[in-house]
């Protein structure tokens, strides 16, 4: 039962600027990551699109990239799976005709319903409304209670509302913040229901749709390390173990699954420990037996006995061909203290392991002992931390302009888990005045990490985490609580571990 890969939900939101700036803060900052984390849990990946920065990175409009504008916002309204509008009491900007009629989206969809005068955002809503129309999962939500509204904004206001049954969208009013907070959680959630329902799975479905959705989400935003792995098809034609070590966030489960990804050599059953430390030895033998039987069509009885795995390991090596090979990889073994040679029953020759483990615990320790392949995981260089900004906040539709992903690519302190939960923060709390200082939070530029290194020192990785969040909230001008962003940094910490 193959339900990962397209589990994805963007959610487009559109309105004006100006007016809206605590809207989308709250929404940002507050409802959507608790939404991510719900959607995390029913193994999909939200992804809220919010204009607030990064749809450009030049500092001023001109015909060409007011062009851009227009085709970036419509090109991921056709992405989006689901659209949340939000009318206040401004109009917002309305493109020249001259733009209008250059615009890729506009002159190859044949769109019929564009005014000489027409705002952006209109165009937006309109065609979000067309574009959700099939499956229903459009919301605009309703500023009450505003006087001296713009002609043009009482029109559209109007026009949402008449022809709500039509489009097959809904349409609510909000007064305070926390009401339109509350409105926007209970439709994303509905567009979610709609799209993927929370289907009850058998225990092992449900434990392999985790597995799938894990490993597909660490094959997303990776920049290839050629050498590294060229070392794992080494190490696993001449070795029946291979082991990948790193610091904390370096980069080690990005790297196994991306070889998983890109193998075709062998049969492979993947399994991975999300900082499960209750988890017992006898769950992943459990597991692996299953997918063996799936993939070998071998009948087994689901009660796991002593000696099963080894049993089923057996008739594999008598299954498969000649010239193939299974590999176990089994990453995250740290997380949960378990210990490899405990946990395994000796291996036919045909069967190996790819595993990972920090420098210095019992399994490190064994392979360094019987002389196994160790791979080690660096930290990116600048070269590749650039590239993995522009891949991941490509992923929003964002970009930063040359000279910030420069400043950000090489001074920039931590392993790949934190640049991406750096990215994260940028894209949840980041506005145009507050890009600069986030981005110095994370920098080698800071004093603190100016005077370590004048006094010779070098940093832990709990010291960079309790800079990032004494300092994180002074530079929010939304959301300044540190207790929002220390959860969400916790969260993301816990969530992300590679």
């Known amino acids: 039962m193959n339900i990962v890969p397209t589990r994805e939900l963007r959610v487009f939101i559109s309105s004006t600027f100006e007016d809206m700036k605590n ?71 309305c493109p020249p005709t001259k733009v209008l009629n250059q615009s890729y989206v506009l002159s190859h969809q044949h769109v019929d319903f564009i005014n000489s005068g027409m705002s952006l955002t209109e165009i937006e809503m309109r065609y979000g409304i067309i574009n959700c129309k099939e499956q229903g999962n459009a919301f605009f939500f309703i500023k009450e209670n505003i006087h001296d509204t713009e002609v043009p904004v009482q029109m559209l206001r109007n026009k949402i509302l008449k022809e709500k049954d039509f489009g097959n969208y809904e349409v609510h009013n909000y007064s305070t913040l926390e009401s339109l907070s509350k409105q926007v959680e209970i439709a994303v959630n509905k567009a979610l229901d709609n799209l993927f329902p929370d289907v009850k799975l058998e225990d092992y479905q449900l434990e392999d749709t985790n597995q799938q959705y894990i490993l597909k989400s660490y ?40 070889w998983i990804e890109r193998q075709r050599d062998y049969d492979v059953i993947y399994y991975f420990i999300n900082n499960r430390n209750d988890i017992c030895p006898s769950e992943i033998q459990k597991y692996i037996c299953w997918k063996i039987t799936e993939l070998y069509g071998i009948e087994y009885d689901d009660k796991l006995q002593i000696g099963s795995l080894s049993t089923l390991l057996e008739t594999v090596c008598n299954t498969i061909r000649n010239d193939k090979q299974l590999i176990l990889a089994l990453d995250g073994l740290s997380n949960a203290h378990i210990i490899l040679q405990q946990f395994l029953p000796v291996l036919p020759e045909k069967i190996k392991v790819l595993f990972s483990a920090y420098e210095g615990d019992e399994n490190y320790l064994w392979s360094q002992y019987f002389k196994y392949p160790i791979i080690d995981v660096k930290n990116l260089d600048w070269e590749q931390r650039e590239k993995f900004i522009r891949l991941y906040l490509k992923k929003y539709k964002k970009t930063l302009n040359e000279k910030k992903i420069g400043f950000l690519s090489q001074t920039f302190v931590g392993g ?23 981005i110095s939070c994370f920098s080698l530029t800071h004093p603190v990490f100016k005077k370590k290194e004048r006094n010779g020192k070098g940093f832990s990785m709990d010291e960079m985490e309790e800079l990032i969040l004494d300092d994180l909230h002074d530079y929010m001008r939304y959301g300044r609580e540190k207790g929002k962003i220390e959860r969400f940094y916790n969260e993301s910490l816990v969530s992300k571990e590679i």
């Open 219 to 258: 094959t997303k935003n990776y920049i290839p390390q050629k050498k590294l792995l060229k070392k794992i098809d080494n190490g696993l034609k001449n070795s029946q173990f291979v082991i990948v070590t790193g610091d904390i966030g370096m980069g080690k489960s990005l790297l196994i699954a991306n």
């Open 23 to 93: 809207e989308r803060e709250l929404l940002m900052t507050k409802i959507f990551p608790l939404l991510i984390q719900k959607a995390n849990s029913r193994r999909v990946t939200l992804i809220p699109i919010d204009f607030r920065w990064g749809i450009l990175t030049g500092d001023e409009l001109t015909e060409i990239n007011e062009v851009q504008i227009v085709d970036v916002c419509l090109q991921e309204i056709e992405k989006a799976q689901c659209f949340i509008g939000i009318i206040g009491d401004r109009y917002g900007w």
């Open 416 to 438: 790949a888990l934190h640049l991406r939960i750096l990215l994260d923060i940028l894209i949840s709390f980041g506005n145009f005045d507050t890009i600069n200082s986030l």
